[in-house]
């Protein structure tokens, strides 16, 4: 295994990162911090390579922070016939439950079988058969048929009179924001050079061949150079516009669609399990999906012509959601008012002519332009560690035939835990709550956060009362999480924006007072991050 770096991943030492490789060749620099990117740099670095990592936003902060949160082997990719990536996801289900057991997490799901649907229920029965077949017989549990009966009482108010019984079978579920950040952590742990805020302006060029990259500090403005052997273009909605620095007449590769969910009280709608059912007004495959003490319930999938930076969801599509829920709930009756948040992320969807947004294949694509960047986009968030272990592949290949370098060891992804084990910490003055959602959320990692909380009794009081965030999670994530703002730690490394009925306006004040403190911020600079986070919960709020 790669010997581990003790190296802080601390807001205050982000510069020192980008200042000190001006003058050093990379084997493999990765642009993008996402999901994709992020499992890019973690396999690269555990191979031994030298890796560098740069996003232009904070770490997930695209779609791998606005997903439905699953780890699930693609059960409606067996009505596309699309075999192999059901078995793949399945496979990598299985493999990041291994490797992340605290983030990655089994989860009951509900299939009702409608009465006048193409696919009765001994065909869905069939189906699941060969779902849990692709799955090597390994899922969490094997699936089982259930009765109108059995539904009713496992997920309350769900309209079963045009039902005839359904399916219960087993996917996870994770933090989707969360396993982006630990993979970062965990390649930087191994050698990475990782800085968020840094945006790439333009490609470095030698004989026509990319070697690098230019860019600036989003915070600073300060400009830097990296230079690569191999640069890799991970970048998700925006890989057409990397590939057009690279060649303006790079034809368009990518098909993004808009991803929106809602978040509601469980106690208005869902239960412990989740379940999908139709759109009644277009058929598409919807979810209710338990998340704390909420339900997830989305997701749309349209064409988005708009701002990449600027995604969020409008009336139109939290009407189509609420829609739906209720015509599956007619006793929930939601309503507007009862949506605490509404998010929305675009899918990086290879373009396919003639197919419809939810036709379009899932599969990921890899590719590289005559200059040598390397490309990849599609994918899911399933099947990101599958991914970047076939992306690291091809690097290798480039690396190996044409700079004579080799790997130090084989990929070690499927069988290296993502999160480093910490010694034990006593969790005095806080509740059962509370420790359960600290090791959810920092996996064996937890016991830094409390060592944290017992610098002070005050660290140990909730952030938002009714939810399970503790004060000693803003240093926590300033020191060790690479947070530079208000929307760094209140929207992706805690999740109090989706969750608390203020947005976390409440709460944003002192955060950002906590921020200034740690970063040196004046008061002017304070009042700018605390405006800047005002806006995007106006932005996010604007469905209303």
Known sequence: MAAMMAIDFSAKTRLANLAKSKDEWFDILVVGGGITGAGIARDAALRGYKVALVDKGDFASGASSKSSKLVHGGIRYLELFEFGLVFEASRERRILWEIAPDLVRPLPFLFPVYRDARWPAWMIDMGLWMYDGLSLFRNFKRHRMYSNAQISRVMRGFDTRNTAGGAHYYDAQVDDARLTLESIRAAHRHGAVVANYAQVDALLKDQGRVVGVQGHDVLCGQRFQLHARVVVNATGPWTDSLTQLDDPHSPRRLRPTKGVHILVPRDKVGGESAVTFPAQSDGRLMFVIPWAQFSIVGTTDTDFQG??????????????????????????????????????????????????????????????????????????????????????????????????????RTCLTARTGLIEGYGAVSPDGLSDEVITHLRHVHGPQYGRVLQVANRDPRLKLPIIEGLPYIWAEIPYAIENEMALTVADVLSRRTHILTEATDNGLGAAPEVAARLGESLDWDKSKIEQELRAYQDEVARARAFR
């Not at 701002?307 to 015509?327: F, G, K, L, Q, S």
């Not at 007619?330 to 969807?349: M, T």
């Open 307 to 408: 701002d990449y930076d600027r995604v969020y969801a409008n009336a139109a599509d939290v009407d189509y959601v609420i829609a739906a829920v209720n015509h599956a709930f007619p006793q929930s009756a939601i309503q507007k008012s009862d949506v605490i948040s509404a998010y929305a992320g675009l899918r990086p969807l290879v373009l396919q002519e003639g197919k419809s947004a939810t036709k379009t294949s899932r599969e990921h694509e890899i590719w590289t332009t005559e200059s040598g960047l390397l490309n990849i986009a599609g994918g899911k968030l399933t099947t990101y560690r599958a991914m970047a272990q076939e992306l690291v592949d091809a690097a290798a290949k480039i690396l190996r035939e044409g700079f004579d370098i080799a790997p130090a």
